[in-house]
Nanobody
């Protein structure tokens, strides 16, 4: 069955770094854009970044531009989100999804991971 499994969350101090991974299975990964969303306590879920299926082009929310980098390895069916210069306002549960967000995708699929918690302390 279709699965997205996030890992790599944890607790860091402000200015620190984390690398999230999203391992996909059950579908032809290369045909789908992958996005990261996040949801902070008491706030709505928001899009963070996405990577397209065809050329690997990327888009970022203004709040993370220059600090986060999204990448994909189609040989391992995995997408990564490298987060540097983390701020307390980055604290949230981070989800990966086949929702293309702002990116181009060859095929459509509605799948979400279970989320991974990132906590940034000041």
């Amino acid at each position: 069955q279709v699965q997205l499994v996030e890992s790599g969350g944890g607790s860091v101090q402000s200015g620190g770094s984390l690398r999230l991974s999203c391992a996909a299975s059950g579908f032809t990964f290369a045909y789908y854009a992958i996005a990261w969303f996040r949801q902070a306590p008491g706030k709505e879920r928001e899009g963070v970044s996405c990577i397209s299926s065809s050329d690997g082009s990327t888009v970022y929310a203004d709040s993370v531009k220059g600090r986060f980098t999204i990448s994909r390895d189609n040989t391992k069916n995995t997408v990564f989100l490298t987060m540097n210069s983390l701020k307390p306002e980055d604290t949230a549960v981070y989800y990966c999804t086949t929702d293309p967000l702002w990116c181009q995708t060859d095929k459509d699929l509605d799948a979400w991971g279970q989320g991974t918690l990132v906590t940034v302390s000041s």
